[in-house]
């Protein structure tokens, strides 16, 4: 019994003896501990007017360094900035396959959603972000099938998109002002303005009679410089039918119209 | 909770999509004359030789009024295409359309009862395709000129919302003779020039003849004893008295808008101001007292409002006043002379003369002076009167004699309240100080 206790006992205390010398966390080794130094923190746009480094610009710093760094590609970068189409067209065919100028003539400008080129900020480099960017530039889909999380679209989308072009709306007015004569008799005010509208089937032409928001206005005895405003805004709506209608594709965006007929400028 | 709220946001967006609009502004228009196809008024063939003339000549008055006052254009009848009496009933408005008018109208004309003329007419819109305004009239055939003024009207109302003019007279003083012998006449024409009269001989020198707005009565200026007079004249039983016998000269009369009183200026020892007076009681009441020239008087339209001119500031400018004197102001502002203020029958404007760097324009301005605008410019044109719709001025121009003493002539003229469609208005002799009556009842 007693033998096994110090058999024991000697065992542990070598063990013990061969964990401080064997062991290297147990060797401390005399270290400099840096002093102390106090720095004070200020807000850095209290001190300076230089303007905050955009997050594309960090990334775009990134990539350069990393090119810098050799890592091994075989394949070439896409350049964040795309905007250069003319550039493009002159360089070399792996940039061109990046975004081809006629691609996106074919696509209708509005319907593109607008990507935000920004970048994921990421603290250290991730080579497979490296190959993420190369696969899409060599992708050649359009880039409204891109879905790279990366990128985000604007809210805006769908309301541009539910709108007439500038130059449709142009095109769509000039046939009006062309259509109405307008009463130069009656006797103006602020309130003379009569909104019509409009439902066209897809030559142009009147799908249903024109009607006048505010009809009822049209049968007040006291409203008959507003009728008679009214009467000739409808006349320069038949007058025009059929108007040359925009784009039939987009049919649904300029099926109904609401027409407003201002005499402002021509009564005032 | 959460999730029905983004349920019924995304609804609403789906909404909002759903009904998006597209808007567009139309500010600008075509200033053209509305294409009007006027139709000689079809009649049974047995009154042929009765109402072929009046048929003719009906549609000539209607077209000649819509076209003078420059916002239609009356299509030539050369280029209708429908001729048939059908169209009365039920016109084929495609072939209206094809020759662009927009407006159509047809007639019958009918002789009733002691031979008396029935005149039916109808106004249609081509585009709407639907009858917009149709009247019947019975007069005696020779009055046909008067119905046409009036179908004229009705035509002008229904499309521009505003009373026509068509039917109404001008009173104004036609000049004969030499410069420094002028003789001036007291006359009066309907408002297209047809059935002129001289109202005098032309013995006594006559100025500023004005219609009283709800009679068939007139009041003007003439000489009694040597000194320039206030007359009034009953234009239907030939009546002409004196109003007052005042100690010094009476001139500028005008009446008030309910015909129940003349506004006037009286001179006395050198100074004139504004007195009007009552016509049943002739009593007189000064409104006035600067010792500057007031003249000019002109009532608003509800009888509340006077405006005048006057030299008090030191040159002669319109001032505005209450009906009884109180609260005076000076309105006019942008430089140069201003006379004969007259205020618009819808209330709005104040048509003005202005001598502005030695030429005469005849402009208007708002009630409160702003917004002058000067619609036409001459060596001496003044005397703006307006139509009863507040939308035309008529006035008179004069030219210069030239070396040789010859050259003057004095003529009437009208324009529009945009400056356009001025015209010249045919008098047998010269003219000068128009005056537009109301609406004849």
Known sequence: MQFSIITSSLLHVGFIIFTILGLPIFNNPNVDIPPIIQVEILEITEQTNVPEISKREVEEKKIEEKKKDNVKINQPIMKPKIEKSDEKVKDPAPEEEIIKPETIAEKNIVNMPIRKPVLKKKDNFDELKIAELIDMAQDTKPIEDAKDEEYESLDSTETLSDKLTLSEEDAIRSQFLRCWSVPLGIKYDDSMVVKVKITLKQDGSLMKPPEVTDHQRMNKPSEKYFKVLAESALRAVRRCDPIKAPAADRYDKWKDMQLSFDPRELLR | ?441
């Open chain 2, 1 to 441: 909770m959460r999730i029905v709220k983004y349920l019924i946001v995304i609804s609403l967006l789906f909404i909002n999509s759903a009904f998006a609009l597209i808007e567009i502004d139309i500010t600008e228009g075509n200033r053209e004359p509305l294409p009007v196809a006027i139709t000689s008024f079809f009649y049974d063939e047995v009154d042929s030789i009765k109402l072929n003339e009046i048929s003719k000549n009906l549609s000539e008055v209607v077209s000649a009024d819509l076209e003078r006052c420059g916002l239609f254009a009356a299509i030539d009848k050369d280029a209708f295409i429908q001729k048939n009496p059908a169209m009365h009933l039920r016109p084929r408005f495609e072939d209206w359309r094809l020759i662009k008018a927009q407006a159509l109208v047809t007639g019958r004309l009918k002789l009733v009862d002691d031979d008396k003329l029935r005149v039916e007419f109808r106004l249609w819109d081509t585009l709407a395709e639907k009858e917009i305004e149709a009247l019947v009239l019975i007069t005696t055939t020779d009055n046909w000129r008067r119905i046409s003024h009036m179908i004229a009207d009705k035509v002008y109302e229904r499309l521009t919302g505003e009373g026509g003019y068509f039917d109404t007279r001008i009173l104004y003083v036609a000049e004969s003779g030499p410069k420094n012998k002028r003789i001036k006449k007291l006359s009066i024409m309907d408002q297209d020039g047809a059935n002129h009269r001289f109202l005098t001989s032309g013995k006594e020198l006559v100025l500023t003849p004005r219609f009283n707005p709800v009679k068939q009565e007139i009041t003007y200026l003439s000489y009694f004893k040597n000194l320039p007079r206030v007359y009034l004249l009953n234009i239907e039983t030939g009546n002409q008295e004196v109003v007052g016998d005042f100690p010094g000269m009476t001139f500028a009369p005008r009446f008030s808008p309910d015909g129940s009183k003349i506004i006037m200026s009286l001179a006395k020892d050198g100074n004139s101001d504004i007195y009007v007076m009552e016509l049943k009681s002739r009593v007189v009441t000064r409104l006035t007292t600067n010792s500057a020239i007031d003249t000019s008087p002109s009532y608003s339209p509800d009888g509340k409002k006077i405006t005048f001119n006057s030299d008090r500031g030191g040159s002669q400018q319109i001032y505005v006043m209450d009906n009884d004197g109180r609260n005076q102001k000076r309105i006019s502002s942008e430089g140069g002379n201003y006379a004969t203020p007259v205020w618009s029958p819808r209330g709005d404007l104040i048509a003005f003369t202005k001598n502005f760097k030695g030429s005469y324009a005849i402009g208007v301005m708002r009630t409160n002076g702003e917004g002058e605008r000067l619609l036409t410019e001459n060596w001496y044109q003044e005397a703006p009167s307006w139509s009863p719709n507040g939308r035309v001025l008529t006035f008179y121009r004069e030219t210069p004699t030239n070396e040789a003493g010859q050259g003057h002539s004095s003529t009437l003229w009208s324009i529009d309240l945009t400056g356009f469609n001025e015209r010249k208005i045919d008098t047998p002799e010269d003219g000068s100080d128009p005056s537009w009556s109301n609406l004849m009842q």
